[in-house]
């Protein structure tokens, strides 16, 4: 069992920039890929940012590419995602999930179904 907690979230403006973070706890003898989605009320989960077990591979959803970037530290078992230039659009709850490695063949990462663990969510809200 792998257990995650965002942090990280607030209100800000547009313009402004944010570093989420996600910690990891419990069996993490294994590698996991992670990811971060967001979610808005009456909506599905919408795939984020992923990144391999090692890092090597990163992948952005569009809106996000040039803005955000995803980062891991296994030292810390901590998953980053910083977002810079922050639009109102932006706004959701954010959740960082784990999956089993290599979800990048066939783009699996970005189904939210692939995903083992996910945490409970930060909130992240940017006024215009």
């Known amino acids: 069992q792998v257990h995650l907690v965002e942090s990280g979230g607030g209100l800000v403006q547009a313009g402004d920039s944010l570093r989420l973070v996600c910690a990891a706890s419990?069996?993490?003898?294994?590698?996991?890929?992670m990811g971060w989605f967001r979610q808005t009320p009456g909506k599905e989960r919408e795939f984020v940012a992923y990144?391999?077990?090692?890092?090597?591979?990163?992948y952005y959803t569009d809106s996000a590419k040039g803005r955000f970037t995803i980062s891991r530290d296994d030292a810390k078992n901590t998953v980053y995602l910083r977002m810079n230039s922050l639009v109102p659009g932006d706004t959701a709850l954010y959740f960082c999930?784990?999956?089993?490695?290599?979800?990048?063949?066939?783009?699996?990462?970005?189904?939210?179904?692939?995903?083992?663990?996910w945490g409970q969510g930060t909130q992240v809200t940017v006024s215009s």
């Open positions: 999930a784990a999956g089993v490695p290599s979800l990048w063949a066939d783009n699996r990462y970005s189904r939210a179904d692939n995903y083992a663990y």
């Open positions: 990144t391999s077990w090692n890092g090597g591979i990163s």
């Open positions: 419990g069996y993490l003898d294994n590698p996991y890929d």
